[in-house]
């Protein structure tokens, strides 16, 4: 009886078998429940920052498609290839070039897939690449961000022209960016050249010293001084010299000086700064010049070429913190013995993009003019 009882058993749990079979082979099987907060999406809150007019702007959500434009590009864009990741959201731009070179191109290997807009591009052009946020210079807000915000698309003016303008608007680009440790990182990195050498300089006898950019596109050749706010006059109050064109030009642009006003100054030292020519070659016309030799800066080598690489670096881009070590240097050279502009190089190429001493070698080095070692 026992072994009947175990057949009738036996029986049962084989038909039950086979009547769960088909079930399990059309139901899925469900994937064990994970943590809500490797499941979530994070959630995005929304952008606010204020911009370099001062205004609140909010942003919704973190911007994916990105434009450049307006004058000064390169600077903006330069500043903003600093932080990882962030080129990935720039959609298109305007020419990143000084002359014929371009930075951007040469590290960014998705350069040639960004729209590239012309110098004067209108906002219905820009807006045709569905941005959703666009970012110039503050100079460009009543003749084009105006129009662009007219049509719904935010805007964020940035100024990037004085050392504390930079440490705000890296500060802004950080927020845009989500990436506020890098900007604060940046920020550090000027700040703490910048202060280094004014305790360098500090108590030192300031020279005479004349800041010049050197232009020849209209065939006949002119001499400029800077605005006394604009970098280039900063570079040289920082450096520790001591402008002498103050009174020839309170602000607004690049004002044309004469030669007989050149030698009224008979500056300690001349820096010539060439953005469209090198400005070795335009030191050495000047020291051929009789007029140039009367010169006290000339007669005692204090002639010097402002020097750049793909850009130069006297102007409100990026490289203007190797500008300005250079020149506290070629100002003070008893309080940087051991001043070494190719370290000086190599670390902030480093710092800002991550490019190696190998990269900057073979990449930048080539194009180095102006009186480098």
Sequence with gaps: MYSSHRSVVSRVLILLMAL??????????????????????????????????????TLPQPPERVVLTGRGLFMIANAIY??????ERIVGMGQTNQGSANFIKLIDPAYDQKATLERDAGAEQIAALQPDLVIMKSTMAESLGGPIEALGIPVIYVDLETPEQYWQDLTVLGKVFQNEARAAELVNFYRSKVEAIQSAVEGAERPLTLMLYYNDRDGAVAFNVPPLNWIQTTMVEIAGGEPVWTDANPGGGWTQVTLEQIAAWDADHIFIISYFRNPTEVVEELKADANWQALQATKEGTLHAFPGDLYVWAQP??????????????????????????????????????????????QIAPTFQGDLP
């Excluded at 994937?31 to 952008?47: D, Q, R």
């Design 20 to 57: 769960l079979l088909p079930l399990s082979a059309c139901t899925p099987i469900q994937p064990s429940a994970s943590p809500p907060s490797s499941e979530a999406p994070a959630a995005t809150e929304p952008i606010v920052v204020t911009d370099a007019l001062g205004r609140t702007v």
């Design 82 to 87: 600093a932080f990882p990741g962030a080129s």
């Design 317 to 362: 881009d990026v490289r203007w913190i190797l500008g300005l070590t250079w020149l506290a240097g070629k100002l003070h050279p008893d309080r940087f013995p051991d001043l070494d502009m190719q370290a000086e190089i190599n670390e902030f190429y480093e710092t800002l993009y991550g490019l190696d001493a190998v990269f900057v070698e073979q």
